[in-house]
C-alpha cells in the first residue's frame, strides 16, 4: 500500500511564495522518482516538475526559474518551493511517486507514474 500525502496549498497575493510538501508512505518497495502534477478547472493535468532517482530535475518551461523541487527525509518527502507566483499558477497540485521511465518526454507525463496524492490547492490573486 502506498499513501502519499500532500500539503502547504492556499492562497497568495501575485508575486509571493509558497511551498507544498509530499510526504510517501509506502509498504511496498516502490522507486523514488517522482513528480508533481496540477491541474486547473476545465484544464488537463499538467507536469509541473519531476526529480528522478539520481536527483536530476525536469522542470515545465512555465514554471522554469521560478519553481525548485527537492527530496529529504531518506527520499520519503517532496517538497515544491513555488516562487514568484502568477495568477496563472493557480490550480490543485499533486504529487506523484514512482516513475516507471526516463526517456525523452516522460518526466513529467501523467501516465509514466503509478501513485497519486489527493492533491492541495493553490489559488494566486492578482
Known amino acids: 500500500q502506498v499513501q502519499l500525502a500532500e500539503s502547504g496549498g492556499g492562497s497568495v497575493q501575485a508575486g509571493g511564495s509558497l511551498t507544498l510538501s509530499c510526504i510517501v508512505s509506502?509498504?511496498?518497495?516502490?522507486?523514488?522518482?517522482m513528480a508533481w502534477f496540477r491541474q486547473a478547472p476545465g484544464k488537463e493535468r499538467e507536469g509541473v516538475a519531476a526529480i528522478d532517482s539520481d536527483g536530476r530535475t525536469t522542470y515545465a518551461d512555465s514554471v522554469k526559474g521560478r519553481f525548485t523541487t527537492s527530496k529529504a527525509n531518506a527520499k520519503n518527502t517532496l517538497t515544491l518551493q513555488m516562487n514568484s507566483l502568477k495568477p496563472e499558477d493557480t490550480a490543485m497540485y499533486y504529487c506523484a511517486t514512482d516513475g516507471r521511465h526516463k526517456g525523452p518526454g516522460w518526466a513529467l507525463h501523467p501516465l509514466n507514474y503509478r501513485y497519486w496524492g489527493q492533491g492541495t490547492q493553490v489559488t494566486v490573486s492578482s
Open positions: 509506502a509498504y511496498t518497495y516502490i522507486n523514488d522518482y
